[in-house]
């Protein structure tokens, strides 16, 4: 079965520094896609960046990048130049492409400090 | 395009009572899923439907079930509400039900608390 851990539940930044989220997931699957969602404090959920997992160059989406380890099968989404709109629950995901259905981890909660 | 919603914002039940849950996806999208999302469990697949039809499921009571329209729009219903049921229930479509870079769009929400 599918899993995905987030095992920070909360972590804080200053503005403008760096920070990184863990994430980690077990599956049996050799593809797969993996992504990351935001979710500000209006709840609307909103996809942050996406890994293919035939992919071996990490995605990068203006200050979000990530750091993909298949074999240690590490996803880790880095935030640079922290901005206070980066405060937000953060989810990482795991989805098959043979199916619709995501596996999210159970969130990161980040705040940004002015 | 007007991105999904999902209606109502806000609900509140009682125990043992029934409840039916909105959605309507972004114009084109034919895939409709649906979670629930609660402090500490994070968001838990309930189900997919895509051209009218459950395309997946994940590990809910049969109290939990869904439909979907010939116009995508989704309705999910709860019967028997217990205590633990309130959560937050979001929506999300996608224009496919399988394959590539397929992108779930979620909706607002809709806080479900049971009293």
């Known amino acids: 079965a599918q899993t995905v851990t987030q095992s920070q539940p909360e972590m804080s930044v200053q503005e403008a520094e760096t920070v990184t989220l863990s994430c980690t997931y077990d599956?049996?699957?050799?593809?797969?896609?993996l992504f990351w969602y935001k979710q500000p404090p209006s709840r609307q959920m909103i996809l942050v960046i996406r890994q293919e997992a035939y992919k071996q160059q990490n995605a990068t989406e203006n200050r979000f990048s990530v750091n993909f380890q298949k074999a240690a099968k590490s996803f880790s989404l880095k935030i640079s130049d922290s901005q206070l709109g980066d405060a937000a629950m953060y989810f990482c995901a795991y989805r098959i492409p043979t199916g619709n259905q995501f596996y999210f981890g159970t969130g990161t909660s980040l705040t940004v400090i002015p | 395009k007007a991105g999904v919603t999902q209606t109502p914002r806000y609900l509140i039940k009682t125990r043992g009572q029934q409840v039916t849950l909105s959605c309507s996806p972004i114009?084109?999208?034919?895939?409709v899923s649906w979670y629930q999302q609660t402090p500490g469990q994070g968001l838990q697949f309930l189900f997919e439907?895509?051209?009218?039809?459950?395309?997946n499921k994940g590990n809910f009571p049969g109290r939990f079930s869904g439909r979907q329209f010939s116009n995508s729009r989704s309705e999910m219903n709860v019967s028997t509400l217990e205590l633990g049921d309130s959560a937050l229930y979001l929506c999300?479509?996608?224009?496919?039900?399988?394959?590539?870079?397929?992108?779930?769009?979620f909706g607002p929400g809709t806080r479900l608390t049971v009293l």
């Open positions: 599956t049996s699957e050799s593809d797969y896609y």
């Open positions: 114009s084109g999208h034919r895939s």
């Open positions: 999300a479509s996608s224009l496919r039900s399988t394959g590539g870079k397929n992108e779930q769009f």
């Open positions: 439907y895509f051209s009218e039809t459950q395309r």
